[in-house]
């Protein structure tokens, strides 16, 4: 298993240019997560999704939008970039046990808009 | 969703057994407790999970006390590649979205 990929791994974006990060997992988990982390902060949750064509705003979703069509795949669109939004972007996957609840993360997309 | 406080930085030795504690007051009767590690440039990945009592794994070991209002990760023996940020995470097991909040999490640093 490749377990959880993210491309692309580095960006630089001008003000008010779009993108999109790409994430796959092939763990087969329902559930799916976009956080942000900024330099020497912990981690911010900006959308999730229990499952394809089910999605649900975190803690900062303003800015981005998401869309789940497959259960491997989960993109996270940037529209207008603007220079708060520099920052490491992790996508995370789980299965949804009684017992456990270990998310597994993606290496990251470090994004610098300026 | 239950707040945590744990300590921003510690510093250790290598041989050392290292223990952060987790303070969760507001913790709910369904919540668990989750550990992750954090390496520069790297993701979160999880390290250990318990509810109550003690819970052991290859990497370390989670004390739960009987209020369950705190919690302490031990790692045995650090070296120098356990220099990592901690995160202490309460939630319920089977809840998505939000019930997962990272903090700063505890910077570990070991020295040799």
């Known amino acids: 298993n490749a377990g959880v990929t993210q491309t692309p791994k580095f960006r630089i974006l001008k003000i008010g240019q779009s993108m999109t990060l790409q994430c796959t997992q092939d763990m087969n988990h329902n559930y799916m997560y976009w956080y942000r982390q900024d330099p020497g902060m912990g981690l911010k949750l900006i959308y999730y999704s229990v499952g394809a064509g089910i999605t649900d705003k975190g803690e900062v979703p303003n800015g981005y939008n998401v869309s789940r069509s497959t259960t491997e795949d989960f993109p996270l669109r940037l529209e207008l970039a603007a220079p708060s939004q520099t920052s490491v972007y992790f996508c995370a996957s789980s299965y949804p046990g009684q017992t456990t609840y270990e998310q597994y993360f993606g290496p990251g997309t470090r994004l610098t808009v300026t | 969703l239950a707040k945590t406080t744990q300590p921003i930085s510690m510093d250790s030795y290598e041989g050392q057994e290292v223990n952060i504690t987790c303070s969760h007051n507001n913790i709910a009767t369904n919540d668990y407790i989750t550990w992750y590690q954090q390496f520069p440039s790297q993701g979160p990945r999880f390290i250990i999970q318990g509810y109550k009592t003690k819970v052991t794994n290859e990497v370390a070991s989670l004390f739960i006390p009987a209020d369950r209002k705190s919690s302490t990760l031990s790692l045995p023996r650090v070296s120098l590649s356990d220099t990592a940020v901690y995160y202490c995470?309460?939630?319920?097991?089977?809840?998505?979205?939000?019930?997962?909040?990272f903090g700063k999490g505890t910077t570990l640093s070991v020295s040799s």
């Open positions: 995470l309460v939630g319920a097991a089977n809840q998505a979205g939000t019930a997962l909040i």
